[in-house]
């Protein structure tokens, strides 16, 4: 399958969360006593990082700075995401949520990074040409002005799905698209007078000369007008928060076009590409939002360590998703690993990776190994924004954390035969199924390491 990618402009979005309870005597405004500060990339960035989970390989096209923003971007995208750079005029722009008891009290923005408007370097031309599909993320910051991308998007256009996920303050999209998704109020902004979301979803795909318009309406899921009709997608009741809170639906719209514009690539079409991503959407927002993939940057450690594989594993199955499971020694880690990993988070809601401890790696690779501790292994893991959590076991076969963790899939590189898995019977015995994935060829932890060797 060809990359899907991701072209638009990459925010740094950071969330300072603490308590509030009391006010400042100064003033009538709440005093925030900070506990942790996590950071996370946002617009085309948060948007690729979704794309990831949906598609295995992801190229982001975007303006980054040199500077300490820029820089920080650019380590928290990778290895998730291939970051092909433009000239950034200006500095990266930053967007700080101060929030308490899970709400948003005030943002505070900084950065006045733009596109340049020049000619595109090769290698972004040529990944471009060699996309399987793409998505546009605009958030404003005149990437989608410059001629050159209009010009090369609209080519594409003609030959691949092209998504583009518009702004208010974002240029025209170009016609040819294959969809295109306003929310309702840009939407509303761009036909001014037009109210109901089924009329502008059939309006806008004729003022955009596109294939399809998804008009995403929030708790009430999508209108999608694409030639046969207008059809409201709602959200399934499986997908729906429990409870009362007030949602953090933060980057709802990036994962809504990621997943859309992963479907298309797939071979789906424009109706089941909407529903599958007003699901993802839901679950998206049910699951915490774009805070969930913060990294944390302050002195507090995370409360909630994502090496809890069996809580995860209940809370998943608790709100009906569907829980992924993979397993191996990942020592040394390389690209045939990201591979299968991405691969397998693509299939369901969560990910978690079954480790060989250091104890099991001796007993099946020898003395030697492995290279890497069992702890450093997992911390690794679980730096990679699609595993969701690690489970160490002692045994030569991970049959027996299958058992505890029940999951609905469970995946394997294709180099294996699903009836030679020792730990099949007791996959199917919890009604899951055994899932076999494409590899990545010439790569091995044992051939790399006789390589070395050797040299």
């Known amino acids: ?41 946002g617009g085309a960035g948060l948007a690729a990082l979704l794309a990831a989970r949906s598609a295995p390989e992801v190229v982001l096209v975007t303006p980054l700075g040199d500077d300490e923003g820029g820089h920080a971007l650019t380590g928290l995208l990778e290895p998730d995401v291939t970051v092909l750079p433009l000239p950034l005029r200006g500095t990266t722009v930053c967007k700080t949520r101060v929030r308490a008891g899970g709400q948003s009290l005030l943002r505070l923005d900084s950065g006045d990074g733009t ?14 040409e060699e996309a399987g599909a793409i998505l546009v993320a605009d958030y404003g910051r005149g990437l989608t002005r410059n001629p050159h991308v209009r010009r090369l998007l609209r080519d594409r256009a003609e030959r691949i799905p092209v ?52 008009v995403t309406v929030g708790s009430r899921g999508a ?47 424009a109706g089941e590409a909407v529903t599958t991503a007003v699901e993802a959407a839901a679950r998206f927002v049910t699951d915490g ?13 995370d409360p909630q360590p994502a090496t809890d594989a069996f809580g995860l594993a209940e809370r998943v199955r608790d709100r009906g998703g569907r829980l992924i499971a993979t397993g191996g020694c990942f020592d040394l880690l390389h690209p045939g690993h990201v591979s299968l990993l991405r691969q ?44 969701d959590a690690v489970a160490v076991f002692d045994e030569d076969s991970p049959a027996a954390v299958l058992d505890r963790l029940r999951p609905h899939v469970w995946v394997k590189g294709g180099d294996y035969a699903a009836a030679d898995l020792p730990e099949r019977e007791v996959v199917e015995r919890h009604g899951g199924e055994v899932v076999l994935v494409p590899t990545v060829p010439g790569y091995s932890t044992s051939r790399l390491v006789a390589a070395a060797a050797s040299a």
């Open 1 to 41: 399958m060809r990359p899907l990618v991701v072209l638009g402009d990459t925010l740094l979005d950071v969330d300072a969360e603490g308590t509030a309870e009391r006010l400042c005597p100064e003033a009538p405004v709440p005093v925030v006593d900070l506990t942790s500060r996590r950071r996370r990339p």
């Open 163 to 214: 998504v583009w996920d518009p702004h208010p303050r974002g240029a025209q999209p170009v016609p040819g698209l294959a969809l295109v998704t306003p929310n309702l109020a840009e939407a509303r902004a761009v036909l001014a007078g037009h109210e109901e979301p089924a009329e502008l979803a059939k309006l806008l795909r004729g003022h955009w000369h596109a294939g399809a318009v998804a």
């Open 344 to 387: 397998a988070r693509a299939l369901g809601d969560a990910l978690v990776v079954c480790l060989n401890s250091d104890s099991s790696v001796r007993a099946l690779k020898g003395p030697g190994r492995p290279l890497v501790r069992d702890r450093d292994r997992a911390r690794l893991l679980t730096a990679l924004s699609f595993v």
């Open 289 to 301: 939002g774009a805070t969930a993939l913060s990294t944390n940057d302050g002195p507090v450690p």
């Open 223 to 269: 209108v999608l007008s694409d030639g046969f009709g207008e059809t409201a997608v709602p959200i399934p009741a499986a997908a729906r928060a429990p409870g009362h809170a007030a949602p953090d639906t933060c980057g709802a719209g990036d994962r809504f076009a990621a997943a859309a514009t992963a479907a298309l690539l797939a071979g789906a079409g």
């Open 115 to 128: 596109a340049t408007t020049g000619p595109l370097p090769d290698p972004v031309r040529e990944a471009l």
